[in-house]
């Protein structure tokens, strides 16, 4: 009595729900908008069937993989269900390694149980794990595959050792400002048969002098495809290790102290398959670059900041190793690499897709060689060259036909040579100009309404040092990154994904450095590099 029409049918469709009740185990409630009934407000709830719970934990555990890091912490806040399901179904988890994790590894390994790619990182001003934690992770994670370290100072061998004969499938380990040396390198080589990627950054374990205990190459030298080493005192230690990994692709060599053309020589005498080799800022001559000639399969070479290198080097590389595909070039203006060693890639490596110049100063000569004889070019950068004008411009628009992404920065270009690329290359995409200050923001705006699918990005400043480093995060780094799963934890103390200082340093420093110019230009431009997730 009295009732209104449409809350007599909310009501009427309220109790015909619970008339059907026994078709559901489980019911849910939904708010239903309030309705005024004689100045009354009134909330009616109308209950359904809760079709989640009927899902199989291996869907849940699915649709929990394809959500971001604070979507999945909420996720398992929902129900004890959830919790259980969430924390079985990750496979990545980074951890803050202080030393006040060590009473919270059963926990946590108890409900993330099938991680298999674990990251251990520390702040440089706090005490890390030391190998009592590390032992007892790695007896709840038999599984891994693979493991990032992070300023663990306290870490010896002995613990090194210890994880290495429980975590037997390892296959990718990057470690950075850890402490442990030699021994316990051997120990991982010793015992992890299966190792694909090895990555060492500042290992300050390695001792120096002819007394270095050498490492490898062990068991896993049968398996290695992937060897960086970064900023080790006593790096030629690890020679006998890359000798012996006669499968190894990938070998990347950043500022690493000592000779290295006689090690380059034995290296290419055994290890003939490598496809992609790095040298930066190292003590190597046009000896090692005739040495590296040997790898015929050779595909990707970069030389940074080589200053005892020149054309003569370039010149046996590129008559060798025809299937070249990347060349980076960063002279660090020394004038040793120029028209002569690039006009013999232009002539022996119709293959290259990719050629970044830094600090090299081509003239039109080799310019229009490349352009004319390397018809799959694809990606090119010209960076801190005085030699790069109008004329080479010009060239490049007439000739580059295959080009798809253009990089000029603090060049002596003007509007006259950006004007080509209006008619030129076909299928040219993206071009970035920094840097240089005959171009103008007009010419930028009229050849974008020139050719309407170009994307131009201008950024005129002052000229700055260019640096084509990429040892610090740049173009091919090759560590074993995992996403952060900070947000996931119920302990946000103890997960983490990196510092906030070390993210702003990194910034600043690739600022400073001018090492944005390659990894801003072709970090999104080269698919192709090596990358994983899982």
Not at 32 to 52: K, N, R, W
């Amino acid at each position: 009595m009295g009732q209104s029409a449409s809350t007599a049918l909310i009501t009427s469709r309220r109790d015909s729900n619970r008339s059907s009740s026994h078709r559901s185990k489980s019911k849910f409630t939904v708010p239903i908008m309030p309705m005024q009934v004689e100045e009354q407000t009134e909330f009616i709830f109308c209950e359904g069937p809760d079709y989640i719970s009927d899902l199989p934990d291996e869907c849940l555990a699915c649709i929990f993989q394809s959500l971001n890091s604070g979507d999945r912490k909420h996720c398992s806040l929902v129900c004890r269900r959830w919790l259980r399901i969430e924390g079985q179904s990750r496979h990545r988890l980074s951890l803050n390694a202080q030393s006040d994790l060590l009473p919270l590894v059963p926990f946590l390994f108890s409900r993330f149980d099938s991680v298999t790619k674990l990251a251990l990182k520390c702040d440089r001003r706090s005490t890390s794990i030391g190998d009592e934690a590390l032992v007892a992770i790695s007896s709840r994670c038999r599984n891994l595959t693979r493991l990032k370290l992070r300023s663990c100072r306290e870490l010896t061998d002995a613990g090194m050792a210890a994880f290495a004969k429980n975590c037997k499938a390892l296959k990718k380990l990057s470690c950075g400002s850890c402490t442990f040396g030699a021994r316990g390198m051997n120990a991982i080589l010793d015992n992890c048969a299966s190792l694909e990627e090895l990555s060492l950054k500042r290992l300050r374990g390695i001792t120096d002098g002819a007394a270095a205990e050498p490492v490898g190459p062990g068991l896993a030298a049968a398996s290695l495809k992937t060897i960086c080493l970064k900023e080790l005192y006593n790096g030629q230690c690890f020679g006998p290790l890359i000798i012996g990994s006669k499968n190894l692709k990938t070998l990347k060599l950043f500022r690493c102290s000592g000779d290295w053309d006689k090690l380059l020589q034995v290296i290419s005498d055994r290890v003939t398959g490598m496809v992609e080799i790095h040298l930066e800022r190292l003590q190597v001559s046009d000896t090692g670059l005739a040495a590296i000639s040997n790898c015929l399969n050779l595909e990707i070479l970069h030389l940074v900041k080589t200053p005892e290198c020149t054309d003569t080097g370039l010149v046996s590389i590129a008559e060798r190793c025809r299937l070249l595909r990347k060349l980076h070039v960063d002279g660090w203006k020394t004038n040793r690499i120029g028209d002569d060693g690039l006009s013999a890639v232009a002539k022996y490596c119709p293959n290259l897709q990719e050629l970044v110049l830094i600090g090299v100063n081509p003239t039109k000569i080799s310019v229009e060689l490349l352009a004319s004889n390397c018809q799959n070019l694809e990606r090119l950068a010209l960076c801190g060259s005085d030699t790069v004008g109008d004329a080479e411009i010009s060239c490049i628009a007439a000739k580059c036909v295959a080009l798809k992404k253009l990089c000029i920065k603090s060049c002596p270009v003007s509007d006259h040579g950006m004007e080509a690329l209006a008619n030129g290359c076909p299928n040219l995409v993206k071009v970035k100009v920094k840097k240089c200050r005959a171009v103008t923001c007009e010419c930028a705006d009229w050849l974008r309404t020139k050719r309407g699918s170009l994307a131009v990005n201008l950024d005129c400043g002052e000229p700055e040092h260019q640096d084509a480093s990429a040892s610090d995060g740049g173009l091919l780094e090759n560590v074993v990154e995992f996403h952060s799963v900070a947000n996931q934890m119920p302990l946000p103390s103890i997960a983490s994904s990196s510092t906030g200082r070390s993210t702003s340093f990194k910034s600043r420093l690739g600022l400073l450095s001018g090492k944005n110019l390659v990894a801003c230009t072709f970090r999104r431009w080269s698919g192709g590099n090596s990358s994983s997730r899982g």
